[in-house]
């Protein structure tokens, strides 16, 4: 069975660091495109990153200069290092593999919690 799990959530003040994992299991990690994304109460998720099988990369704008998506597909891991953290950046961050074929489903992992604040 496919699994994901997030780790690295916290609590940290406006400028301070973060850096996020997600280790994946029961699927063959190097083939996968692979995201994060977030979301807070009273808003729908939000894509923040992706990352494709072979390191390419893309950011949204509200974090595009701050943040750094990176995977280990030798430990079978994703990552995002967030830096410059703004009140803003506060919410759950989610890990997601895409479906395979339309007949397939997304998988998403629990999410870690991360809370910028003084």
């Known amino acids: 069975q496919v699994q994901l799990v997030e780790s690295g959530g916290g609590l940290v003040q406006p400028g301070g660091s973060l850096r996020l994992s997600c280790a994946a299991s029961?699927?063959?990690?190097?083939?996968?495109?692979m995201s994060w994304y977030r979301q807070t109460p009273g808003r729908e998720r939000e894509l923040v990153a992706t990352?494709?099988?072979?390191?390419?990369?893309n950011y949204s704008d509200s974090v595009k200069g701050r943040f750094t998506i990176s995977r280990d597909n030798a430990k079978s891991t994703m990552y995002l290092q967030m830096n410059s953290l703004k009140p803003e950046d506060t919410a759950v961050y989610y890990c997601?593999?895409?479906?395979?074929?339309?007949?397939?489903?997304?998988?998403w992992g629990q999410g870690t919690q991360v809370t910028v604040s003084t």
């Open positions: 997601k593999r895409p479906r395979v074929d339309p007949h397939a489903v997304d998988y």
């Open positions: 029961g699927f063959t990690f190097r083939y996968f495109d």
């Open positions: 990352i494709t099988g072979t390191g390419i990369t």
